[in-house]
Structure formats: structure tokens, C-alpha cells
């Protein structure tokens, strides 16, 4: 089970916004850019005033934020014919660069640091690289967790407004970097394995 499951619920309180940006003239990759744009903003912005604990209310803040881009711009690809392979590239390189913004900044928080996070980082473009080549391979796309990028999106979430309202994070957590490396290792493997049983459940 993962977050992505409740996708369709949130895409339906969104819809009589995203019917609006449709009218205004508003187009899917616009929104894709747009969130990647914010993502890098929010993470330098976070980075820069790392000293002051407080500002890191801004990474839960912008990850609903672009969580709802998100949805929006697959909504708009979808339901106004705006889908393009442009798009499809934009959209899958958009992610993995807005998660390694908005990791990054993690890096200068007790007791992480630049291994533990950039490991993070680089496994998390591993699932999303492994779920994008199921359709490669003539399957769908696969979001498979256990730690997809909503779920990635509640931990690192959950951990920006932690440090905003206390300041430090617990030496305990330095524990949460192996079990996250260890979750989206899993979420790799799984993603492989669930897409080669959709061509037969047969692993080469």
C-alpha cells in the first residue's frame, strides 16, 4: 500500500480548479515546470537560512503545494488532451529533480548529512527510473511502493516540520537514512518485479 493509492480522491477536489486553468488557457507542462521551478526555489531558500530551524516549514508547505501541481498537470494532460511526449519527459525528469532539491537541504540537519541524503537522493531517481522503464518495456508505468514519491513527500514533510517547530531532530533518526535506503531499494526491486509478472510473472 502507498499514498498514491489515495490519489484519485485528491484529483477529484481539484477538479473544479484544474476545469479553471483549463479555461484561462493554462497547459499541462506549464504546471510541470512551474513545480519544478518552486521546488528548486524552496530548496535554496531552506538551504540558505538552514540556521534559522524555522524555516523549514516551508518543505511540508511546498510539497502539498506541489503535490497539487501535480496532480493538476496530469489531470490537464488526461482530461483536455494535452498529453505529448514532451510532456511525459518533462514530467518524469521534473520529479526526480524537485526530490533532489528538496532533499538536498536535509543534508545540513544533525545528525544527517551530505552521504546519508545524497544516498537517499540517488535511490529515489532509482525508483522512479525503474517505474518509468516498465513502460519502456511496454507495460505501465509503475508506482509501486512500499516508499513512492508521495510517501517520500510524507516522510520528508513530517521531518521539515519537525525540525521547524523543535528546532533539532532526535539522534534517533539518524537511523530513518538506512531504513529509507533500504525502503526505496525495495521499492526498485518491486517495481521490476511487478512489471515483469504484468508480461507473465516470469523473472529472467
Not at 63 to 92: C, I, K, P, T, V
Not at 124 to 135: D, I, Q
Request: charged share 10%; with cysteine; hydrophobic share 60%.
Amino acid at each position: 500500500m502507498t499514498l498514491y493509492a489515495v490519489k484519485p480522491l485528491f484529483q477529484d477536489l481539484l477538479r473544479p480548479v484544474v476545469v479553471r486553468l483549463a479555461a484561462a488557457g493554462v497547459n499541462a507542462n506549464q504546471i510541470t515546470i512551474a513545480a519544478a521551478v518552486g521546488s528548486i526555489i524552496c530548496a535554496v531558500i531552506v538551504a540558505w537560512l538552514a540556521a534559522h530551524s524555522a524555516i523549514f516549514v516551508l518543505i511540508p508547505v511546498w510539497l502539498f503545494a506541489r503535490m497539487a501541481l501535480n496532480a493538476a498537470d496530469g489531470m490537464l494532460a488526461r482530461e483536455f488532451g494535452q498529453e505529448s511526449q514532451l510532456g511525459f519527459y518533462l514530467n518524469e525528469i521534473a520529479d526526480v529533480v524537485s526530490d533532489a532539491a528538496l532533499y538536498t537541504p536535509f543534508a545540513l540537519v544533525a545528525p544527517f548529512g551530505a552521504f546519508g541524503i545524497g544516498l537517499v537522493i540517488i535511490l529515489s531517481a532509482l525508483t522512479e527510473f525503474a517505474g518509468v522503464l516498465a513502460a519502456a518495456a511496454g507495460t505501465a508505468r509503475r508506482y509501486d511502493g512500499p516508499l513512492g514519491k508521495s510517501d517520500r513527500a510524507l516522510v520528508f514533510g513530517a521531518l521539515g516540520l519537525w525540525i521547524a517547530i523543535a528546532g533539532v531532530l532526535p539522534s534517533w533518526t539518524l537511523w530513518l537514512i538506512p531504513v529509507l535506503a533500504i525502503l526505496l531499494a525495495f521499492t526498485s526491486v518491486n517495481r521490476v518485479y511487478r512489471a515483469l509478472g504484468g508480461r507473465g510473472g516470469i523473472l529472467r
